[in-house]
């Protein structure tokens, strides 16, 4: 079965510093999307970054950007001059290949702004 | 409509109380997915509709809980004889099936019981 650990329950950064939020995952499929989705106290869950693991390029929307290492199953992302609306928890995920399966959550990171 | 829409947003139920949740994906969407998040955790599966079929189920937590979607669009979770460990937030999503195209959460529905 395939498990996503994400370590660090809660993180800090000054606003405009850089943060990295840490995931590691477990699989024995090849072929698997990665995730990385943000749900502020709305509840919505906002997905901020994907990852095909076929694809070795990170990929990378604006402030946030990942860090894929296939082989060591690791997936952290970064996110550069945090600003005080990336203040949310923040989920590491991933998903079969096969179409439409099921997501598979962390436990999460809270990540905090200060001003 | 633009989103998923999940109603009611919150609900508080005496234990033993039977409780539905309704899931109202976006026009179109062939695919939905039911998930439970209890507090400070990450979500978990419940079940996957592809239109009116309940593809799988194995993430149900016991036979209290049950799923349909009999037209393929508009779901319904619903929770019988409720206890306190149902108490988490049920999150709804919907696909459209395409390959790589993503899920789209709605805001969830808050499950209280008392």
């Known amino acids: 079965a395939q498990t996503v650990t994400q370590s660090q329950p809660e993180m800090s950064v000054q606003e405009a510093e850089t943060v990295t939020l840490s995931c590691t995952y477990d699989?024995?499929?090849?072929?698997?999307?990665l995730f990385w989705y943000k749900q502020p106290p709305s509840r919505q869950m906002i997905l901020v970054i994907r990852q095909e693991a076929y694809k070795q390029q990170n990929a990378t929307e604006n402030r946030f950007s990942v860090n894929f290492q296939k082989a060591a199953k690791s997936f952290s992302l970064k996110i550069s001059d945090s600003q005080l609306g990336d203040a949310a928890m923040y989920f590491c995920?991933?998903?079969?290949?096969?179409?439409?399966?099921?997501?598979?959550f962390g436990k999460g990171t809270r990540l905090h702004i200060l001003p | 409509g633009a989103g998923v829409s999940q109603s009611p947003r919150y609900k508080v139920a005496k234990r033993g109380q039977d409780v539905a949740l309704r899931c109202d994906p976006i026009?179109?969407?062939?695919?939905l997915f039911w998930y439970q998040q209890a507090l400070g955790q990450g979500p978990e599966f419940l079940t996957y509709f592809q239109n009116e079929a309940q593809l799988d189920k194995s993430g149900l937590p016991s036979d209290r809980f049950f799923a349909e979607r009999p037209e393929g669009s508009v779901s319904t979770l619903k929770i019988q004889r409720t206890q306190q460990e149902d108490s988490a937030v049920y999150l709804c999503?919907?696909?459209?099936?395409?390959?790589?195209?993503?899920?789209?959460f709605g805001d969830g529905t808050r499950l209280s019981i008392l």
């Open positions: 699989t024995s499929e090849s072929d698997y999307y």
């Open positions: 026009s179109g969407h062939v695919s």
């Open positions: 999503a919907s696909s459209s099936r395409v390959d790589d195209q993503p899920q789209h």
């Open positions: 995920a991933y998903r079969s290949g096969e179409r439409d399966d099921k997501i598979i």
